[in-house]
């Protein structure tokens, strides 16, 4: 796959104005950052990367899995405590709280996912001086950056039978040019809906399918914007100005657990779930139709929970294969050219920045390894915390923050 001329920069500052408002450099404004493509656009890497991660600040903010986003100088966390969601505000230099609020939301595990705890699981998304959560049973709500102050909240119990799905809410809501998309009920019956950030009304809906664990993206293919995603039991291309249905592909994993964040390459879209492989779709477009045609299959390596970054024609993720094995995909034709032993953990986020990848393992490990090489082979592996870090990191100016079981840690790097 020949790449792209057009500095990787460039791309993401257009993505991140098309996913809400106007993006500082450094800042990481949502769920795998401006493109939701967890590239790292103003990263460089050391020349020698240290031996050890620096503690520069620690401070306790409850449980989950939510990933802390970063506007400006302020860290906003999303977490537990007791029976309460909180959100927090907290200067990203000094580790200070500046503002907290919290709200009830008593909620009930499945049977299948007490290990997993009560989360929150969805990352915030902050754009245009709100910020907009989406807590583990459903209530979708928009805060004031600057004062925490509740602009507007739906729990959506009055619309659907359930308001979350089977394992809780967990998909990231986006900001798309003054609407806030989320897709919200529960099982087999929900919506995908656009609000109106300021007011929270409903602007658009799509009902065709329950909502998964997925986070959806934003791209233009040819002419056309789409929100793609996975639904319960589909893929799906939905038009972010109206929220027409463009096109659907049958998908449904073991459990209804499609959970993966769809990447896009070029003009191809790249999907995974549990005990599904990986695919690559092309999207083809004639009389007014569009047709997910696929391009290659690689039954080889196979995502449950970790989401795939894309670099100079290469795809990295971590396979549930071997109980968690990193893996490097020619793009083009899906051929495997390399994996790692197993054993890393049961999930992983990834980032790339330059020609690196760092993944940030369940059991705390960063894992940090050339993304060009001929095979697996890290560059540094650090310990960065005591506790699991199911949350994906916020990287920036040799810094990394770190969400883990109940704290938030910045570190050098």
Known sequence: MRRN????????G????????????????QWRGPARDGVLGDFTAPKVWPKQLEQ???????????????????????????????????????GKELWSKHYSAP????????????????????????LVTFGISGILSCWETTSGKLLWQHDFTDEFPATSPLYGAAMSPLVDRGH??????????????????????TVWQWTGDGPAYTSPVLATLGDTRQLITQSQDACIGISPDD???????????????????????????????????????????????????????????SMYMSSPVAVGGRLFGLSQRKKGQLFCLDAASG????????????????????????????????IVFRAGADRFEPLARYKTSDTATW???????????????????????
Not at 188 to 201: E, H, I, N, P, Y
Not at 393 to 411: A, E, G, N, Y
Request: with cysteine; net charge negative.
């Open 180 to 201: 806030v998309i989320a897709h919200v009920g529960g099982h087999d019956k929900g919506a995908l809906r656009a609000f109106d950030l300021d007011t929270g009304r």
């Open 107 to 130: 909620y009930e595990m499945s049977s299948y996912a007490h290990s997993v705890g009560k989360g929150p699981k969805s990352t915030p998304v902050v754009a245009d001086g709100r």
């Open 243 to 301: 929220g027409a249905l463009l096109w659907k592909l049958p998908y449904k994993t073991q459990y209804e657990q499609n959970i993966v964040t769809p990447l896009v390459l070029g003009d191809m879209v790249i999907f995974s779930g549990m005990s599904k492989g990986v695919t690559a779709y092309r999207l083809g477009h004639a009389d007014q139709k569009w047709s997910p045609e696929q391009v290659w299959q690689n039954d080889e390596v």
């Open 14 to 29: 257009i993505l991140a104005i098309l996913c809400g408002g106007n993006v500082a450099p450094g800042d990481w404004p």
């Open 391 to 413: 949350a994906a990191p916020v990287i920036f100016d040799r810094k990394i923050l770190i969400k883990d079981q109940s704290s938030l840690i910045l570190r050098t790097l």
């Open 56 to 94: 520069l600040w620690k401070i306790d903010v409850g449980v989950g899995f939510s990933s802390p986003v970063v506007s400006g100088n302020t860290v906003f966390v999303f977490t537990r405590e007791d029976e309460n969601e909180v959100v927090r505000a907290v200067s990203l230099s000094g």
């Open 5 to 12: 001329s057009v500095p990787v920069a460039f791309v993401v």
């Open 335 to 366: 051929k495997t050219l390399w994996t790692s032993d197993g054993r890393l953990g049961d999930n992983a986020a990834l980032c790339v920045g330059g020609d690196v990848v760092l993944a940030l393992t369940t059991n705390a490990e960063l």
